[in-house]
């Protein structure tokens, strides 16, 4: 099963999904027990069955599968029916299961949306287990263990940690006679270097995706400067600096720095193989660093990658994904289990490798790095050893109505590069309607 390459903008089936899961424990017929919740259900003395589901590929998929097939070797009473795809349409998937009356025990999420379902009283609580050590974090840096929870309760276990990553094109810069950019530059140098690109490759090449529509970029320039992308459930920015931002990509534009407003458009779907850096448009483009294995298998030529432009402690121990569980399930216990197995087990980590990112626990991250064997997954290792001891504290996890502000900001720059509109038009239309869509 290949997965699709197609990755929405997220949000789009948000409403699907959590109309089907609200209320679920008695649609579905699921145990509900006077005086305690549906995560407070006893453990089962027989066999069982937890239901999986995660986005992804095929080399994800083996290696997951795998993981889950060594848990049932260890403990034979449980057993696992896994179901996985790519992003496109995943929600929607959930929402299927969920409207069938069966849910999955546990799944795969994104901090766009997990503070939103947390809200919703949809994901287990998993505080208690934390407290009690049945789902051992003590190995998991602070800071990435923090960016999952929400209002002081874990409901998310990182499934492994990523980081916002500078990918560009070695063999290119060598061709050109151009320096790499490097970890620390600020947007500025990085702006100039990217103009200089340009004019070396004759206008062939542009040095930079344009990233004003990069929710990303634009929240690591916010940290930059001391302001925040949220304040709790509210922007934390004001329209003067959202204003600056746009402004400084329309210089980077007027200098050359960037491709048409075409090919940025089409990148901002955030399709990998659309990637301006491995369609040969840029030198630079914006990504993950767990991403960048999946990159270099899409080009011939040597991906280097750093951190993104400005002070590295912008940046902060994150998530690439996470494990949560279903609040509904029958099994809390079994579902805590696994959970403590994939982020603490050692043979299970060096089974998960690095797709997802770096392994969560640093002690099993140590064993897995000591086996890692392909250039770009030694280069996603080593940029995240050298952000460790740079990156500043973790904010909280998004909040409701982070997907439609990310769509938001892509639309708002799309309009000024089509010069539809000037960027205060845009400023201003956008921080109406984000403030909407947070207060909704």
């Not at 949560?324 to 043979?347: E, I, K, S, Y």
Request: with cysteine; charged share 20%; net charge neutral.
């Amino acid at each position: 099963m290949r997965a699709p390459q197609s990755v929405p903008r997220p949000g789009l089936d948000r409403r699907r999904f959590l109309g089907a899961l609200t209320g679920l424990p008695l649609a579905a017929g699921l145990p509900v027990l006077a005086g305690c919740g549906p995560d407070e259900v006893a453990a089962d003395d027989g066999p069982i069955e937890l239901s999986v589901f995660w986005w992804g590929g095929a080399r994800r998929a083996a290696a997951t599968e795998q993981a889950l097939r060594l848990y049932s070797q260890q403990n034979p009473r449980v057993s696992f029916r896994v179901t996985w795809q790519g992003l496109g349409g995943y929600y929607d998937r959930i929402a299927t299961q969920a409207t069938g009356g069966n849910p999955p025990d546990l799944f795969q999420i994104d901090d766009t949306l997990l503070a939103e379902y947390a809200g919703r009283d949809i994901l287990l609580d998993l505080t208690r287990y934390v407290a009690d050590k049945r789902l051992d974090l003590r190995e998991v840096p602070e800071q990435l263990a923090r960016y999952g929870q929400v209002d002081e309760r874990t409901v998310g276990v990182p499934a492994a940690q990523t980081s916002a990553a500078l990918v560009f094109n070695r063999r290119l810069l060598r061709r050109l006679s151009q320096p790499e950019p490097r970890t620390g530059m600020s947007w500025k140098e990085y702006a100039s270097w990217a103009a200089r690109v340009t004019r070396a490759s004759g206008n062939r090449v542009a040095g930079t995706m344009d990233a004003s529509g990069d929710y990303r970029a634009f929240w690591l320039w916010l940290r930059g400067q001391g302001s925040e992308l949220y304040q709790g459930r509210q922007l934390g920015f004001s329209s003067a600096e959202l204003l600056a931002w746009f402004e400084f990509w329309e210089v980077a534009r007027f200098d050359r720095a960037t491709p048409s407003a075409a090919l940025v458009e089409q990148a901002d779907s955030g399709e990998l193989a659309r990637q301006l850096v491995v369609t040969g448009h840029t030198a630079a483009s914006f990504a993950w660093s767990h991403q960048l294995p999946e990159l270099q298998g899409l080009t011939d030529d040597e991906l280097g990658a750093v951190a993104f432009p400005g002070t590295p402690a912008a940046q902060w121990p994150r998530a690439s994904m996470y494990w949560a569980g279903f609040r509904g399930t029958r099994h809390p216990g079994a579902v805590v289990d696994v959970l403590d197995f994939l982020t603490t087990n050692v043979a299970a980590g060096r089974l998960l490798g690095l797709e997802r990112g770096l392994n969560a626990s640093k002690q099993v991250r140590s064993f897995v790095a000591e086996e890692v064997t392909g250039r770009a997954e030694r280069r996603m290792a080593a940029l995240g050893a050298e952000l460790a001891d740079l990156a500043g504290p973790s904010p909280a996890p998004p909040p409701k109505g982070h997907a439609a502000v990310r769509t938001l900001l892509i639309e708002a720059a799309e309009s000024i590069r089509a010069k539809r509109v000037g960027a205060r038009t845009a400023t201003s239309r956008f921080m109406a309607q984000a403030n909407t869509a947070l207060a909704g």
